[in-house]
């Protein structure tokens, strides 16, 4: 009870993907193998670009930061979601509810300028390859991983504590797997639609700017690798940027569909499904996409794999 004498929710319930025990226990076992995988996928990434010296450039080193983060992106849905299928409360307390909220919010918003500079390290490297080194310093490189976790973490953290100051009063289950704005917005019983407004603007706005900036990145990439005369640059130029592009549609398809489009017209489980994939899925992919057509990080990961770590001569 507040001073009011109006009761306060402590805590909420996620409904999940709800179903039969054996039902729960499939998606507990499906959706721990991905957790599995994406951990030792990412964790393989981070230890090649640390071992092999071949792999201290920056291109290297922005991919082994979104690994990282990729790590933690998933570590803060998932080990939820998996007590949850085991549980028959699946409860989650108030506060875990926001940070969870946060934490998925700010680690999604910092993916999003990761990719922003990945491709600015691309177009440096294939559109402007003489200036490359004097520019893409590993001090630039830095400072722009600092400034994609700094911006990211601070995007959305003055409306999700206003979020976090609305009441919350009266029924506490959110038809979800995990605390999002729109079901938690519709749980508040006093609403203010503006809060909403300005989050969803927000989202808009940095999926929307970011997303047009590697559009622009790659589409100078691009005009500037099929001018190159030879079809071995082509190709490997191609190799690099299709790996590239292929994370960012995967990314940013799925998180259009939410927070850009209008949603109305999705039902409940669309809505889990499509942040299912750009959560849990997405992540898991990146380290086979990238690794699968780079040569170096294929052999890299080869020498984690085996063990053997590699021993630059003098």
């Given at each position: 009870?507040?001073?009011?004498?109006?009761?306060?929710?402590?805590?909420?319930?996620?409904?999940?993907?709800?179903?039969?025990?054996?039902?729960?226990i499939?998606?507990?076992?499906?959706?721990?193998?991905?957790?599995?995988?994406?951990?030792?996928?990412?964790?393989?990434?981070i230890?090649?670009?640390?071992w092999?010296?071949?792999?201290h450039?920056?291109?290297?080193?922005?991919?082994?930061?979104?690994?990282?983060?990729?790590?933690?992106?998933?570590?803060?849905?998932?080990?939820?979601?998996?007590?949850?299928?085991?549980?028959?409360?699946?409860?989650?307390?108030?506060?875990?509810?926001?940070?969870?909220?946060?934490f998925?919010?700010?680690?999604?918003?910092?993916?999003?300028?990761?990719?922003?500079?990945?491709?600015?390290?691309?177009?440096l490297?294939?559109?402007?390859?003489?200036?490359?080194?004097?520019?893409?310093?590993?001090?630039?490189?830095?400072?722009?991983?600092?400034?994609?976790?700094?911006?990211?973490?601070?995007?959305?953290?003055?409306?999700?504590?206003?979020?976090?100051?609305?009441?919350?009063?009266?029924?506490?289950?959110?038809?979800?797997?995990?605390?999002?704005?729109?079901?938690?917005?519709?749980?508040?019983?006093?609403?203010?639609?503006?809060?909403?407004?300005?989050?969803?603007?927000?989202?808009?706005?940095?999926?929307?700017?970011?997303?047009?900036?590697?559009?622009?990145?790659?589409?100078?990439?691009?005009?500037?690798?099929?001018?190159?005369?030879?079809?071995?640059?082509?190709?490997?130029?191609?190799?690099?940027?299709?790996?590239?592009?292929?994370?960012?549609?995967?990314?940013?398809?799925?998180?259009?569909?939410?927070?850009?489009?209008?949603?109305?017209?999705?039902?409940?489980?669309?809505?889990?499904?499509?942040?299912?994939?750009?959560?849990?899925?997405?992540?898991?992919?990146?380290?086979?996409?990238?690794?699968?057509?780079n040569?170096?990080?294929?052999?890299?990961?080869?020498?984690v794999?085996?063990?053997?770590?590699?021993?630059?001569?003098?």
């Amino acid at each position: 009870m507040n001073k009011s004498g109006i009761s306060t929710v402590t805590q909420f319930v996620l409904l999940g993907f709800p179903g039969p025990w054996k039902i729960q226990i499939i998606l507990f076992s499906m959706v721990f193998l991905v957790y599995i995988l994406t951990l030792t996928g990412n964790m393989a990434i981070i230890c090649a670009v640390r071992w092999d010296h071949r792999l201290h450039t920056p291109m290297y080193v922005l991919l082994a930061n979104f690994s990282f983060l990729e790590i933690w992106y998933v570590t803060c849905t998932v080990p939820n979601m998996l007590v949850n299928f085991l549980s028959k409360t699946k409860t989650v307390s108030f506060s875990g509810c926001f940070t969870q909220f946060y934490f998925f919010f700010s680690l999604g918003t910092t993916e999003c300028f990761f990719l922003c500079v990945m491709a600015y390290d691309r177009y440096l490297a294939i559109c402007r390859p003489l200036h490359y080194p004097s520019i893409m310093t590993g001090k630039l490189c830095v400072i722009l991983v600092c400034l994609c976790w700094l911006i990211g973490f601070l995007g959305h953290a003055i409306t999700i504590f206003f979020i976090s100051q609305l009441p919350f009063c009266g029924p506490n289950i959110i038809d979800h797997f995990l605390c999002d704005v729109d079901p938690l917005m519709a749980l508040s019983c006093a609403p203010t639609p503006i809060i909403e407004y300005v989050f969803h603007f927000v989202s808009s706005l940095i999926i929307i700017l970011t997303i047009l900036y590697i559009i622009g990145s790659y589409a100078l990439v691009l005009r500037a690798v099929l001018q190159v005369p030879s079809s071995a640059g082509r190709q490997k130029a191609f190799s690099t940027c299709g790996s590239h592009l292929a994370v960012v549609s995967l990314f940013y398809g799925t998180i259009m569909v939410m927070y850009v489009s209008p949603t109305s017209g999705n039902s409940v489980a669309m809505y889990k499904i499509i942040t299912l994939i750009y959560s849990v899925v997405t992540p898991v992919l990146n380290p086979l996409i990238y690794s699968l057509r780079n040569r170096e990080m294929k052999f890299a990961l080869h020498q984690v794999i085996c063990g053997i770590r590699i021993i630059q001569p003098s």
